[in-house]
C-alpha cells in the first residue's frame, strides 16, 4: 500500500464526512445542532468545562454517526441480501450511535442545571 501525504489523508477524511452528509439525514441535524452550539453556549455563559463537555459530546455523535455509516456501507457492500446477523450488527452500531447522543443529552441538561442554578 503506497504511503499518503498528511494533506491527501486529510482530504480522504473530508470526502467520508460528505459522503455521510450527503446520504445521511441524521447526519445533517446533528451538524446543524453541532454548529449552533457555540452560539448557544456564548448566551447561556456555562463554566468552562461544561462548555468543553458539551462540545466534545457533540463531536463525539458526529463520530459515531460516521462511524455507523461506515459499517452500515461496507456491510451492504460485503452482504447486499438482508441477512439476520448482519441486520443486528447493524442494529448494534445504531444503539451506540443512540448511547452517545443519549450521553450528549444528559451533559446538555447538566450543563443548562447549573446554568440556571447559579442565575
Known amino acids: 500500500m503506497a ?22 439525514r441524521s447526519f445533517r441535524i446533528q451538524a446543524g445542532l453541532t454548529a449552533a452550539l457555540p452560539v448557544v453556549l456564548a448566551w447561556l455563559r456555562p463554566p468552562l468545562v ?7 459530546m457533540a463531536m463525539l455523535v458526529l463520530a459515531a454517526e460516521l462511524f455507523n455509516t461506515a459499517f452500515e456501507r461496507l456491510a451492504d457492500h ?17 444503539g451506540a450511535v443512540l448511547l452517545v447522543c443519549a450521553g450528549a443529552g444528559l451533559v446538555g441538561t447538566l ?9
Not at 3 to 12: H, I, T
Not at 50 to 56: G, H, R
Not at 80 to 87: D, K, Q, T, V, Y
Not at 111 to 116: E, Y
Open 3 to 24: 504511503k499518503r501525504s498528511f494533506l491527501q489523508s486529510v482530504g480522504d477524511a473530508l470526502a467520508g464526512v460528505a459522503t455521510t452528509w450527503r446520504t445521511q
Open 50 to 56: 461544561f462548555s468543553a463537555l458539551c462540545l466534545m
Open 78 to 94: 460485503l452482504h447486499p441480501e438482508h441477512h439476520p446477523a448482519i441486520g443486528a450488527a447493524k442494529d448494534c452500531a445504531a
Open 111 to 119: 450543563t443548562l442545571v447549573v446554568v440556571f442554578a447559579e442565575r
